[in-house]
């Protein structure tokens, strides 16, 4: 069965600190793997998106990892800032005969204290 | 750019009542979802159209939920007759094409069902 486990479920930390969040995925086959930021009340923004052949990618603060071997992504918070407070959405693609289905984690949800 | 725009925000009704959501897409994507979102969980998808063809809608629960997308760019989600159990963000999303390309949600409409 096709499933996106994310850890931890909660996370809190100071202002300042790195964080890192988790992703184990089973899904195949495998396509691309996204996060996303939801923040309360809005819907999810796009981070990065990342593809077989592809174990790192930047955005600004946010550096997520891929390891398709292991079947885990990971995504790295530098310098956290109290805007970084919102759920942190693993999603994973798969492609299911001429369509390609998202699968997606519960969330962290990161709470950043000043 | 104009981003997805749902309507309305928030919504109160009581359970065996009625309901409908509206979703406008951002201009030219072919590709629109609805989502379910639990509080505390991720997105679960409801229904995929492909300009106004349904690509998926396996995880709709046909029996109380509708969704139409009849010229292949607004959508309306129904929901007849409501349960406690329904009571969620619904959330739409569009992309240019696909579930491969990158997904854009609109802030959602928050249904409490009493």
């Known amino acids: 069965k096709n499933q996106v486990e994310q850890s931890p479920q909660s996370l809190i930390i100071l202002e300042g600190k790195n964080c890192t969040l988790q992703c184990n995925y089973t899904v195949s086959p495998f396509s691309n793997l996204r996060w996303y930021k939801q923040d309360t009340g809005r819907g999810p923004v796009s981070l990065t998106i990342?593809?077989?052949s592809e174990n790192t990618k930047s955005n600004g603060r946010y550096t997520a990892t891929l390891d398709a071997d292991t079947k885990q992504s990971s995504l790295h918070i530098t310098a956290s800032q109290l805007s970084d407070s919102a759920s942190y959405i693993c999603?994973?693609?798969?492609?299911?005969?001429?369509?390609?289905?998202?699968?997606w984690g519960a969330g962290t949800k990161l709470i950043i204290k000043p | 750019e104009a981003g997805v725009a749902q309507s309305p925000r928030y919504k109160i009704i009581e359970k065996r009542q009625s309901v409908a959501f509206w979703c406008n897409p951002i201009?030219?994507?072919?590709?629109l979802y609805w989502y379910q979102q639990i509080l505390g969980q991720g997105p679960k998808l409801l229904i995929q159209f492909q300009n106004n063809g349904v690509v998926d809608d396996s995880q709709l629960p046909k029996d109380r939920f509708s969704a139409e997308r009849l010229k292949g760019v607004d959508s309306t989600l129904k929901i007849q007759p409501a349960k406690l159990e329904d009571s969620a963000v619904y959330l739409c999303a569009s992309s240019l094409q696909g579930a491969m390309a990158e997904a854009f949600f609109g802030q959602g409409t928050r249904l409490t069902v009493v």
């Open positions: 201009s030219g994507h072919a590709t």
């Open positions: 999603v994973v693609s798969a492609k299911t005969g001429s369509n390609y289905q998202l699968i």
């Open positions: 990342m593809t077989f």
